[in-house]
């Protein structure tokens, strides 16, 4: 396994893979690696001849008052992991080598990055988008590999690809789940037994209102009351939002229309801020 700390470095690497015929899958990642993770390296490994797993806590979308200093960083583990999944190299730089002295630049998304978690946390997509862009131009990725845990992000993801025209194919892996139902988050550790059993109450809405669908709703507001009244009954400390929107762009609908549309979901358990979501797909069936 190569551990790659600076830009120079990993692009030299990229180009004699590239010079080789090789294609590059990357997978970029915050570290504190789980089996969500592990799904999207074992894609990446599937879809390329070269795995290279970015661990880099990045600290422009992290808010000023959130969790960037007791993040967890459990780096020789994650070496061990990401290896184990397929991962030929892992890109790790500092903080320093991303955002040296006079660093002036930034990418901005001015669409599917507004609401919801653009909302909750005012510069945390720019910093997304900027360090995306950044991790491309120094892995010279073909593919790259994202969760639909960060269904938002995977929004604003596509429309930089797009917009920028960026030579990047994007592979988006579905959500991994503890077997109870509670997405797989790096920040689940800091939940108590009994907040982490609340947090269930997350997962059930969206089952909920999958259900609610199949029975023939088709209004947003009823699916949003429906799913609301699950996740009070977690008890959660707070709740950021509960909405159904289109997938691609963001924006609330009022309809679920024939093509389906995502419910998501923020919400505080303690101090940790989970996040969930689930694609809603009426029956094809019907009239
Ligand atoms: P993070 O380390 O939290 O920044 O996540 C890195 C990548 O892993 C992102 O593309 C996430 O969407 C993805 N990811 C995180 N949790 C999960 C999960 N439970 N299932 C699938 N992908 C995930």
Do not use: C
């Amino acid at each position: 396994m190569k551990i790659i700390r600076t830009i120079a470095e990993m692009q030299a690497a990229a180009d004699a893979e590239r010079r080789a015929g090789r294609r590059i899958a990357v997978v970029p990642t915050m570290g504190a690696l789980h089996r969500g993770h592990i799904r999207l390296i074992e894609r990446a490994r599937s879809s390329a001849e070269v795995v290279v797993t970015t661990i880099f806590v990045n600290p422009t979308q992290f808010g000023p008052h959130e969790d960037l200093s007791r993040y967890p960083r459990p780096f020789e583990q994650d070496v061990a992991a990401a290896g184990q999944a397929g991962s030929d190299m892992i890109f790790a730089p500092s903080a320093e080598e991303m955002y040296p002295d006079g660093f002036q630049t930034r990418v901005t998304n001015d669409g599917a990055s507004l609401g919801f978690e653009g909302a909750e946390r005012p510069g945390h997509f720019q910093g997304v988008v900027t360090v995306v862009t950044k991790l491309f131009t120094a892995t010279k990725p073909h593919v790259a590999v994202f969760g639909q845990k960060d269904a938002q992000q995977v929004a604003v993801v596509r429309a930089l690809v797009r917009d920028l025209n960026l030579d990047v194919r994007l592979i988006v892996e579905p959500i991994v789940r503890d077997a109870d139902g509670l997405a797989l988050s790096s920040r689940n550790v800091y939940l108590s037994a009994d907040e982490r059993s609340r947090a269930l109450a997350l997962s059930r809405s969206l089952t909920e209102a999958q259900r609610i669908v199949d029975g023939g709703e088709r209004s947003a507001e009823g699916l949003r009351r429906a799913m609301l009244a699950v996740v009070e009954s977690g008890r959660p400390d707070r709740i950021d939002y509960v909405a159904i929107v289109d997938p691609a762009s963001f924006s609330e609908v009022r309809l679920i229309p024939t093509t389906g549309a995502l419910a998501i979901l923020a919400a505080r358990f303690g101090s940790t801020r989970l996040l969930d979501n689930a694609f809603l797909q009426p029956r094809t069936n019907e009239a």
